[in-house]
């Protein structure tokens, strides 16, 4: 994603095209080519084992309502995550900067290294109905983004200004309970675990125990060690 972005950056940007003249940017890709050589020598060597946990629950659907649903499902994880205002802030800053970020390049940048993970994160969610965790990579820059396009554009009032404070501090608390559910059912809310995007947090350490003695019981009865990913 980086590459892409910054590719992205250097083509939108006219004065920083000249780039691609000089060898920095082939520097650059040289450079990442070697590091990622080793991961692409040791997965050939295990027959892509390390493909699995991604194409495994990578199956396209077709049903347009269930596509829908899980682009829904994905807003509302963000709602509660960011808080509705926070969010909302993000979005328009999201849609006002495309036609700034021909003109600013601190706005192309930072909508360079956004635009592409969050494009590429909703065609996934529509086409796997996954909820992809490396989309967050996104949301970072956009966060910056958002900073710098309200303070900006829009014109500094008090109106502005309370609903900045109110945003971070509902985005802050609202963050806190998502990292920890359980703080809501102490106080007499009933979160089902079915509706908790936290769920899928919970109960490794006993997963990754349990997993441990099998592989040593396994690895005892079958006399050599043995290699699990997941």
Known sequence: FQLISVLIFLITVPKHRREFRRPGVYILFGIFCLFLAPPIIWNVQHDWIGLVPLTSNMEPHKHLPARFSALFLF????????????????????????????????????????SPILLIGLIAILEHLTQPSWIALGFVSLSLLAVAWWLDVPPQNRILQIAAVVALVTAGASSLLALD???????????????DSSSGLRGWKTATGEIERFRTAFEEKLGEQVFLIG
């Open 75 to 114: 807003f509302g994880h963000q709602l509660i995550v960011c808080s509705p205002l926070f969010f909302i802030a993000m979005v328009v800053s999201l849609i006002g900067s495309i036609r700034r970020a021909f003109h600013s390049s601190k706005v192309c940048f930072l909508l360079s290294f956004s």
């Open 181 to 195: 559910t359980d703080v809501l059912r102490t106080v007499g809310i009933n979160l089902s675990y079915s509706s």
